[in-house]
């Protein structure tokens, strides 16, 4: 998927472009109405665009445009900048005749988010593929001591006898036995439940979606399946647990901040969203408010995630700047679910947290 970017500067800088106004909660762009928000009310115009989309669109930075607003010359050129790179996204099939996003917009920013999302990893050292010894019974990962019952034909020959080595026996001896620890295969399903709504709007969302791509990326390698649920006062879109990556690698490309929260309907949503067989079914919550939408919503979510409990689900969830009232209803829903919460006032560690919780909830 890289190698349809790669060394096109040009393309990647448009991806990000149209992968940032999505998160914005654009659908696309028209010159006059850009141009008049610009000059109207900047302050404004900066909230609603962001400097990515400002800067590439006009070939201005913001400080420049706020300083020569008020100079005709500087309009004019303004204007014809950004009437010419909006043509050319046009050209290239990106925006339709009216200046909407098309199929190949949305298809390249997914592009871009998940380029962005694993060079990040990289850089961490947690995206690093693993290689691991195969077969019928699972992958070979990590060696531990031989415990009784454990099969013969598991024993890890020379971990067993560097150990055996180190102790200057003459012989194997039993404490010596190190085993190939087998790691279990394709019997978790793990839904991520991204909160858009109007305050995940701009870089909260944007990075709201590398985690999930993440999550979604290292749980299909593990031969696990993935799903999403895109959640605001409706449910935006919902795939049930798959193993189809670029299916979800859209899906999360294409989402939109809008409107208020209703985590009750997203619970009820992953119940169904689940399958009915007995495996691991694990629901991760991303939200930054305390839901709004309802007659009583907190009362709302505890039940729902009540019941999703009792449909063998675990919940956890990771709340982005929450106040105390839903800090604390947070909490409840995890102990309901029986699952762990996490409190972040920062976006660069989004992934991390949701890798860490990957990897609880595959050891448990």
């Given amino acids: 998927m890289r190698s349809v970017i790669e060394n096109d500067q040009e393309t990647i800088d448009e991806g990000k ?81 009216e200046g909407q996003f098309t199929q190949a917009a949305y298809t390249l920013a997914s592009i871009i988010l998940y380029t962005e999302e694993l060079d990040k990893l990289r850089v961490k050292g947690l995206g690093e593929h693993e290689e691991h010894i195969k077969n019928h019974y699972g992958e ?64 909260k969302l944007s990075t709201a979606k590398k985690a999930g791509i993440a999550l979604a990326f290292k749980t299909i390698q593990e031969k696990n399946k993935a799903g999403l649920l895109i959640f605001s006062s409706i449910i935006e879109d919902a795939i049930p647990p798959t193993q189809d990556f670029l299916h979800l690698l859209t899906t999360l490309a294409k989402a939109k901040a809008s409107k ?67 800090e604390r209803l947070a909490k409840d829903i995890t102990t309901i679910g029986n699952g762990r919460l996490y409190i972040t006032n920062t976006l660069e560690n989004l992934d991390t947290i949701i890798l860490q919780e990957y990897d609880t909830i595959t050891a448990s």
């Fill in 140 to 203: 070979k990962k990590h060696t531990a001591p031989y415990k009784k019952g454990a099969r013969y034909r598991d024993i890890a020959l020379k971990s067993t006898l560097r150990k055996a080595i180190r102790r200057s026996h003459r012989r194997i001896l039993p404490e010596d036995l190190t085993t190939w620890e087998r790691k279990r295969k394709g019997n978790i399903s793990i839904i991520y439940a991204l909160d858009a709504s109007g305050s995940m709007r701009g870089k």
């Fill in 260 to 326: 208020e929260t209703d985590l009750t309907k997203a619970l009820h949503k992953a119940i169904e969203l689940f399958p009915k067989r007995a495996e691991t079914n694990h629901l991760i919550i991303l939200s930054d408010a305390i839901p709004t939408k309802g007659k009583n919503p907190t009362s709302e979510t505890r039940k729902a995630a009540s019941l999703a409990r009792s449909e063998g689900i675990t919940i956890s969830l990771i709340g982005i700047g929450l106040d105390e009232r839903g």
């Fill in 17 to 97: 472009i149209i992968s940032e106004s999505i998160s914005q909660g654009l659908g696309g762009f028209t010159p006059d109405l850009l141009f008049n928000n610009l000059v109207k009310n900047f302050q404004r115009a900066k909230k609603l665009y962001g400097a990515t989309i400002i800067r590439e669109v006009t070939d201005f930075e913001e400080d420049y445009i706020e300083k020569n607003l008020n100079i005709p010359e500087f309009k004019a050129t303004l204007k014809r900048n950004i009437e010419r790179n909006i043509a050319k996204l046009k050209e290239k099939g990106l925006l339709d005749k």
